[in-house]
């Protein structure tokens, strides 16, 4: 059972690059996340989609996008990266329940450098 | 505006002693915590949650107290072990929310 798998899990690039980063699941969960990690930030959660065909904001979304492929498939896309988006992608997923939250798995992150 | 805070960024103890990190909350809508464990390299692996109808949790070494009325809560690792040496995020949601707010992480470094 491989969980959460992230792809790729290193990444350099130049300023102004795209990018997507790609997860997947393989619990059958409803909801999928989108975080970053930076030194003395914690987990900041970029976008999250609740259910498929829906996805949300999350505190810092500026410079992103999210795409909701399927059930098992949540995407995150950097149109232009900028060196301010250097940091470590971690992707989630749980399967929430009405009056009951459960906990989120996590992949093992995508270490992001941009130059 | 951080909603959930983990004021000690490290904490060292001798192998066998309890451990305790804590954590405060503002946002007095949430109603369910849980505690994440990362070691370097890899991604947060669920330890431990509670929720707001329990002031505690207990699971083997682990045991997450809340108190509502101060808008806390501690995890509290006895024995101690070197294994349990990592970072140690907080986090919290509200029913009906799909969203987790966490901490900044306490890094815990047990010496044996």
């Known amino acids: ?115 | 505006d951080q909603q959930v805070k983990q004021n000690s960024p490290s904490l060292s103890v001798q192998e066998g002693r309890i451990s305790i990190l804590n954590c405060d909350y503002t946002n007095s809508m949430f109603d369910y915590f849980l505690w994440y464990k990362k070691y370097p390299a890899e991604g947060p692996t669920f330890l431990i949650s509670i929720s707001s109808i329990k002031d505690k949790n207990e699971d083997g070494r682990f045991t997450v107290f809340l108190n509502k009325s101060a808008k806390h809560l501690s995890l509290h690792i006895v024995p101690s072990q070197p294994g349990d040496s990592a970072v140690y995020f907080c986090a919290a949601s509200a029913e009906g929310t799909y969203k987790y707010i966490f901490g900044t992480g306490t890094r815990l470094k047990v010496l044996a």
């Not at chain 1, 795209?18 to 059958?28: E, K, R, V, Y």
């Open chain 1, 1 to 115: 059972n491989a969980g959460v798998t992230q792809t790729p899990k290193f990444q350099v690039l130049k300023t102004g690059q795209s990018m997507t980063l790609q997860c997947a699941q393989d619990m059958n969960h409803n909801s999928m996340y989108w975080y970053r990690q930076d030194p003395g930030m914690g987990l900041r959660l970029i976008y999250y989609s609740a259910s498929e065909g829906t996805t949300d904001k999350g505190e810092v979304p500026n410079g992103y996008n999210v795409s909701r492929l399927n059930k098992r498939e949540f995407s995150l896309r950097l149109e232009s990266a900028a060196p301010s988006q250097t940091s470590v992608y971690f992707c989630a997923s749980s399967t929430p329940r009405r009056g009951s939250n459960q906990p989120q798995h996590f992949g093992d992150g995508t270490r992001l450098s941009i130059l």
